[in-house]
């Protein structure tokens, strides 16, 4: 339920690019340690929610962005900055750490032909990988595949020390667990995009089968452009009949979105993912943002 109570999330932008976007206000007289922290590492930032338990409700939003093009003390300079800057992280404690991570490195493997212990050859098969990198299988039932991924220890070793131990998963896993719940009543191809910046997901699905997952790193709109008309054209989907949903960050009025509507009619933004509640603060948030990580809801064992 709802509260009703006024002034029910606040909103500040700082010069470190941190900003709380939702906070019930709930939370000061509740305990936090009732909640789950969901949190999304992206390739130019950090999103953290909390999400409490008992009424799987999203409760706060906290985002964090980053200039940085990468280098060798990323990981660790930009989740030093999420510690230190963090309202979540330093006022409120959690039963439950999910962390989302984003990685080019990774694959799908059926069911049927996953074997436990062959995870990195799986990998090596399409990438050539660094001698610390960490290695990871985890399933996802709906489309009766395995996500085999890698990350940097540098991350790994971060991730485990700011968030003590967190269970962690890979992008694709919580957008298909995502897609799932909006296709299992239809049969035909559809197309599923998610933006970060120029880059982006795609995502074909037909029923129970996933045709294809992908993630795209563009230099400018253009080239988004070619590379979602090419697979369209590849996979034979007409742009003028498929049904496209949109998520991340993308606007109806953003230059992206109106140079794919010249070519693909019928456009739709995705809606936050069910059956999550969320606190009234979200109504002041798109619909479609921060999809990854309110989808972590779906990744819960």
């Known amino acids: 339920m709802s509260s009703t109570t006024e002034n029910i999330f606040r909103s500040r932008n700082h010069t470190d690019a941190s900003s709380i976007i939702v906070?019930?206000?709930?939370?000061?007289?509740?305990?936090?340690?009732?909640?789950?922290?969901?949190?999304?590492?992206?390739?130019?930032?950090?999103?953290?929610?909390?999400?409490?338990?008992?009424?799987?409700?999203?409760?706060?939003?906290?985002?964090?962005?980053?200039d940085?093009?990468?280098?060798?003390?990323?990981?660790?300079?930009?989740?030093?900055?999420?510690?230190?800057?963090?309202?979540?992280?330093?006022?409120y404690e959690f039963a439950k750490v999910l962390v989302n991570v984003h990685s080019p490195t990774f694959t799908f493997v059926p069911d049927s032909l996953f074997?436990?212990?062959?995870?990195?050859?799986?990998?090596?098969?399409?990438?050539?990988?660094?001698?610390?990198?960490?290695?990871?299988?985890?399933?996802?039932?709906?489309?009766?595949?395995?996500?085999?991924?890698?990350?940097?220890?540098?991350?790994?070793?971060?991730?485990?020390?700011?968030?003590?131990?967190?269970?962690?998963?890979?992008?694709?896993?919580?957008?298909?667990?995502?897609?799932?719940?909006n296709s299992r009543n239809q049969n035909e191809k559809q197309l599923f995009l998610n933006f970060y910046g120029n880059d982006f997901d795609a995502v074909v699905t037909e029923g129970k089968k996933l045709i294809l997952m992908n993630s795209f790193s563009c230099k400018g709109i253009?080239?988004?452009?070619?590379?979602?008309?090419?697979?369209?054209?590849?996979l034979e989907m007409n742009p003028e009949d498929i049904s496209v949903r949109l998520a991340g960050t993308i606007e109806k009025e953003s230059a992206l979105y109106k140079l794919l509507f010249r070519y693909i009619r019928n456009l739709y933004?995705?809606?936050?993912?069910?059956?999550?509640?969320?606190?009234?603060?979200?109504?002041?948030?798109?619909g479609h943002f921060y999809h990854p990580l309110l989808s972590l809801s779906l990744c819960e064992s």
């Open 222 to 234: 253009e080239d988004s452009l070619y590379f979602i008309l090419f697979l369209l054209e590849q």
């Open 115 to 181: 074997r436990k212990g062959d995870e990195l050859g799986y990998l090596q098969y399409h990438f050539t990988l660094d001698q610390d990198a960490v290695v990871y299988a985890e399933p996802v039932s709906y489309f009766q595949l395995y996500s085999i991924f890698a990350l940097p220890s540098s991350l790994v070793t971060e991730l485990n020390h700011l968030f003590e131990d967190p269970e962690i998963i890979h992008h694709s896993r919580s957008l298909l667990e995502s897609i799932s719940m």
């Open 68 to 91: 940085s093009s990468g280098g060798e003390n990323y990981w660790t300079e930009l989740l030093e900055k999420v510690s230190a800057n963090s309202s979540l992280l330093r006022k």
């Open 23 to 66: 906070l019930d206000e709930s939370l000061e007289t509740r305990s936090a340690g009732r909640c789950d922290l969901l949190v999304s590492v992206e390739p130019h930032g950090i999103q953290i929610a909390l999400k409490e338990r008992k009424e799987n409700r999203f409760l706060a939003l906290e985002s964090f962005s980053s």
């Open 269 to 286: 933004f995705s809606e936050r993912p069910a059956p999550a509640e969320y606190s009234y603060g979200f109504q002041s948030v798109p």
